[in-house]
Structure formats: C-alpha cells, structure tokens
C-alpha cells in the first residue's frame, strides 16, 4: 500500500514510544518505574465525576455544538477573568478533543507553507510535527540551563525574518517545568510590537502547576489579546487526562476559521465531558492545589536527589511536573557492556540496566538532556534515584 507522503513529516512522538516500550516489558514480568509519560497519578476529582454521572442522566448524550456547549464557553470565559483577568466573550471561545486538537486547529489555520515557526526549544515534542503538517519551516531557538530554559528578548529579536508567522511556547513549561514571569514576557512582547504580522500560541496547559508564583499569560498585555491564541484544558490541572477536552481563547476571526475546521475532523467535543469540565472550572479548586502541594514536594526531592549525582546537572523548575537535567558528561562513558554514545543510549541504559523509563531531551529538541516524570508516588521516586544513581555509577 502506497500512503501520503504528509506522514514523512512526522514521527511517532518519543513520550509515546517510551509507554508502549515500558508496557512490553511490564508484560514480560520487569519491575519497570515508569518517570516518562507526563499524565497526573491522580484520580479525577469526585465532584467533577459526579456532574459526569449526572449529565448522563439528564440526557446529555446527543452531538454537541462544533465550538462547545455555551454553558461551558461561559464558564471558561468566566474561569479566564477570575484567574487571568482576561476579558473574553463565548464567540471568541473554542472547545476541542485535548488542548493538542487546538493547537492543531490553530497551526493548520495560521501557517501557510514556507512561514516559519519561531519555536524555543526545549519544547513539546507536537507542536514541530504540526508545523511540518502544515508545510510550514521550524525555526528552533536554543535556550539552555543558563537562562533557565527560556526565550530572552535578545534571542527572540535574533530569531525574526520577513517569513515569521507565529511564535508557539509553553509556560508553564513541557518538558523543563520552566516559567516566564510578568516581566520576562514583558521583554518579549517588546520585541513583538516590531512585529505586528506575527502571531502567538500560548500553551498554558500546566497553568494551575505553578510552584512559586502567579500564572502569568502573555495576552495580558496591550495590544497582545488581538494576536495571541490561549490554549489550555483540562488534563493536568485537573487530572483529567482521559476525558480528553482543550479548549482555546482567541480572536473571533481564528475561532471561526477553526470552527470550519473542527467541523470536517471531529465535530463537537464529548457531551459528558463537557457537562463535568463546567463542574471543574467553576467549582472548588482544593483538590488542585493539593496535587500541586505533592508535585512540589516530589520536584523538590527529585531535583536534589539527581543533583547529587556527580555529572549530573539540573535546575530547580517553578511549575509543570517534570525535571530535565543535563546528562551529556556521560557521553563516551560505559558499563563495560553498554557504550552511551547520546541521550538516547542514555535513556536506554536507565531502562534496561536500572529498570527506569525516561525520555530523550533530543524529542524536545535538547538532546543533551532527559526528561523525568514526577507524576507518580513519592516511593516512586525515591527507589528510581536509587535504581539511577546505581546504574551511573558503573559508568566509566
């Protein structure tokens, strides 16, 4: 069978390789810890839960609108105001299945072939393949441990050309847990204002996992709102993985366009989930912010136990639930038996000689590191680190 040649853009993305590898060998009975997969260890609030059970019976089990149900257009609207002070109306509002289905929505609606892509790397490992779908050029800007992951308006300006159509980032950050403060997006949005063709996705997805501070969005600022698509949903703050809805504040003329879109692809988003996501964003958030005590205390140990390891380098991240060292001091190192030639070997010696599953930084465009899951128990943790600082020890 012939297939479309589209599917040479892109690859099976690394997070997902790593679960399914560590399934199979789970299956052949291995005592794998599994730190890859970046989906919350917690169950689904019980409140939410139950405005699901109760939808169902109320009857909400019919197709749904293309842009989602008003009521929780205007919750969302609602949810924007009180925790962003964005001012948002229902029209400018776009539910999907998964924050990912907007940010696609988006992409293939904005990027036309040959624009180029400003995208600060380390970065989700998606937003490269949906850019290459649309035939769009990727243009990575490296922001290592000494800016602690992030974009500086220096590099920002250095990165512009008359081709720049978009800018795409994450904050709080996947895969670092880095965030960009008020006045670090202000020193962006600087730049920006030379360049007023270009437009901004912002990834606020791990919004509510924020370990020091206030969220801050860059559509905030003046002028910003009319060029800046706010994506977030339901899946980390909520740990609602599996129930699968994103939603997208924008400027009507995108919502539109992606509504068009939507309609030909998916249509609307689950009925039920949509019914229980109201309950979510306009009931209590107790239940978050204990998930986000326990994500801190975990990152905490984490980054103290990996800093630990002589050649081992990492910072402290401010939100999301992850830990992204510097591993590259072992390249040219073995065991003896396994040579660690880059990242990869790296995250394959973790796996088959400790029986701990990470992912390689190069799937986030940083292939001198790895990324670590802190969204599992504490007991987790502790016995990975020790399984880890084992294994990097026969390195020689």
Known sequence: MELAKRLDRISEPQTIKMAK?????????????????????????????????QAMVDGYTKYTPILGYPELREAICQKLKRDNNLNYTIDEIIVSTGAKQCLANA??????????????????????????????VCKFV???????????????????????????????????????????????????????????????????INFDGKHESIAQFPGMKERVAVVNGMSKGFAMTGWRLGYMAAPKELIQACDKLQAQFTSGTCSITQRASIAA????????????????KRTAYLV????????VKVNMPDGAFYAFPDISSFFGKSDGETAIRNDEDFSMYLLHKAHVT???????????????????SMENLQEAMKRMATALERLK
């Not at 990027?111 to 850019?131: A, F, K, R």
């Not at 103290?304 to 050649?311: E, F, R, T, V, Y």
């Open 281 to 296: 964003l306009t009931g209590s958030l107790e239940p978050t912010y204990a998930m986000v005590k326990e994500y801190k």
């Open 358 to 376: 990470t992912v390689s930084g190069g799937a986030f465009g940083s292939p001198n590191s790895i990324r670590l899951s802190t969204a599992t």
């Open 107 to 136: 992409i293939e609606c904005l990027v036309n072939p040959g624009d180029e892509v400003i995208i600060p790397t380390p970065y989700w490992v998606t937003y490269s393949s949906l850019v290459n779908l649309a035939q769009g």
């Open 21 to 53: 590898l560590t399934r199979e060998l789970k299956a052949q009975g291995q005592n794998i810890i599994d730190l890859s997969l970046g989906e919350p260890d917690f169950r689904t609030p019980q409140h939410i839960c139950d405005a699901a059970n």
């Open 142 to 208: 490296d922001c290592g441990l000494d800016t602690d992951f992030k974009m500086t308006p220096a590099m920002l300006e250095a990165a512009m050309t008359d081709k720049t159509r978009l800018f795409i980032y994450s904050s709080p950050c996947n895969p670092t847990g880095s965030v960009y403060s008020k006045e670090e997006l202000a020193g962006l949005v600087e730049v920006f204002n030379k360049y007023p063709n270009v437009f901004i996705i912002s990834d606020e997805i791990y919004e509510y």
């Open 304 to 311: 103290d136990a990996l800093s630990k390891m002589p050649g």
